[in-house]
């Protein structure tokens, strides 16, 4: 959240145009912040990094001589994709030391089911998990085209290459994504079988479980070291059953749950009081849940947990 606390003038003073200046940069920033917010979170995965990038365009345009830009939005657009394209390698190299699988920080969507964007693209956890295989001009250039709707020449002009490498770069990571991604169930599907996974879940139910699951689905938990989350990756249709059914006692008992829309997708937050536990997800196709996903970083949960 950004701040700008205006300083107050004493009694019977002149106001001072440099004031109204800010206010003005204050109201430019703002009515595109959530596309700025959504640029750096698809390039980073993560909600907390990207109000950082966002905080430091703020930042340099406050310092900007800003009668020199002809077209703010584009501007700060370029701010941030060169600031989130910084930041990638060393995000990354960051990962390196986390403990277990890393995932994508989960944002509420209920609001903003585009996040900023266009369209929804590249806010799924599935495509943000994949999009981490795209080298970071890849995922700048697919993103900027695919969400956001960016034409080639702008897109260009923000990453400084030729329209011609840039559509080579868009083309590349469509093929890449295109590659590894299975046609998908249709919302309503998703949560029927989400549902229908939860209830087997808290019951134990084996047999119930395979029956969802197709048969190279996958587990995945992101806890980074805290106690209880798996650290490595379960995979088949029987492991995978067997894994949840083993701490369904110890894990469901005394918790709530919560239908929530985390990443334009419908997501169960599990809490017990007012601690959130975790942030079940799936991701189906037509033979079934392919992906289950664990979301139990408590820095993670804490931005989709607030009930304020």
């Given at each position: 959240?950004?701040?700008?606390?205006?300083?107050?003038?004493?009694?019977?003073?002149?106001?001072?145009?440099?004031?109204?200046a800010?206010?003005?940069?204050?109201?430019?920033?703002?009515?595109?912040?959530?596309?700025l917010?959504?640029?750096?979170?698809?390039?980073?995965?993560?909600?907390?990094?990207?109000?950082?990038?966002?905080?430091?365009?703020?930042?340099?345009?406050?310092?900007?001589?800003?009668?020199?830009?002809?077209?703010?939005?584009?501007?700060?657009?370029?701010?941030?994709?060169?600031?989130?394209?910084?930041?990638?390698?060393?995000?990354?190299?960051?990962?390196?030391?986390?403990?277990?699988?890393?995932?994508?920080?989960?944002?509420d969507?209920?609001?903003?089911?585009?996040?900023?964007?266009?369209?929804?693209?590249?806010?799924?956890?599935?495509?943000?998990?994949?999009?981490?295989?795209?080298?970071?001009?890849?995922?700048?250039?697919?993103?900027?085209?695919?969400?956001?709707?960016?034409?080639?020449?702008?897109?260009?002009?923000?990453?400084?290459?030729?329209?011609?490498n840039?559509?080579?770069?868009?083309?590349?990571?469509?093929?890449?994504?295109?590659?590894?991604?299975?046609?998908?169930?249709?919302?309503?599907?998703?949560?029927?079988?989400?549902?229908?996974?939860?209830?087997?879940?808290?019951?134990?139910?084996?047999?119930?479980?395979?029956?969802?699951?197709?048969?190279?689905?996958?587990?995945?938990t992101?806890?980074?070291?805290?106690?209880?989350?798996?650290r490595?990756?379960?995979?088949?249709?029987?492991?995978?059953?067997?894994?949840?059914?083993?701490?369904?006692?110890?894990?469901?008992?005394?918790?709530?749950?919560?239908?929530?829309?985390?990443?334009?997708?419908?997501?169960?937050?599990?809490?017990?009081?007012?601690?959130?536990?975790?942030?079940?997800?799936?991701?189906?196709?037509?033979?079934?849940v392919?992906?289950?996903?664990?979301?139990?970083?408590?820095?993670?949960?804490?931005?989709?947990?607030?009930?304020?």
């Open positions: 959240m950004i701040v700008v606390v205006a300083p107050q003038a004493p009694p019977h003073a002149r106001p001072d145009p440099r004031d109204d800010l206010n003005a940069a204050l109201d430019t920033f703002m009515a595109v912040r959530p596309r917010f959504g640029i750096a979170y698809r390039m980073l995965g993560s909600a907390s990094e990207a109000e950082d990038i966002v905080q430091e365009a703020w930042v340099r345009w406050q310092r900007y001589d800003r009668d020199t830009v002809e077209n703010p939005a584009a501007f700060l657009a370029t701010t941030t994709t060169r600031l989130a394209l910084n930041s990638v390698t060393s995000a990354r190299a960051r990962r390196e030391s986390y403990i277990g699988p890393w995932m994508p920080e989960p944002v969507t209920s609001a903003d089911p585009a996040l900023g964007a266009e369209r929804g693209e590249a806010l799924e956890f599935a495509i943000l998990m994949l999009m981490e295989r795209l080298t970071p001009m890849e995922r700048a250039a697919y993103v900027l085209r695919q969400a956001f709707d960016y034409p080639y020449e702008t897109i260009a002009s923000i990453l400084e290459q030729t329209q011609a840039v559509r080579q770069l868009v083309s590349r990571a469509r093929k890449h994504l295109a590659e590894q991604r299975r046609d998908r169930v249709d919302a309503d599907e998703q949560r029927r079988l989400l549902a229908a996974f939860l209830a087997a879940a808290q019951a134990g139910e084996m047999a119930a479980l395979e029956d969802l699951f197709a048969a190279d689905v996958v587990s995945t992101d806890g980074n070291g805290v106690k209880n989350a798996a490595r990756l379960v995979v088949g249709r029987e492991r995978v059953a067997k894994f949840i059914a083993a701490f369904a006692h110890h894990f469901w008992t005394g918790t709530d749950q919560e239908w929530v829309e985390a990443n334009g997708e419908p997501a169960i937050l599990v809490r017990r009081g007012d601690e959130p536990l975790v942030l079940v997800s799936v991701t189906a196709g037509e033979d079934g392919e992906q289950i996903r664990w979301m139990m970083a408590p820095a993670k949960l804490e931005r989709i947990a607030r009930t304020d």
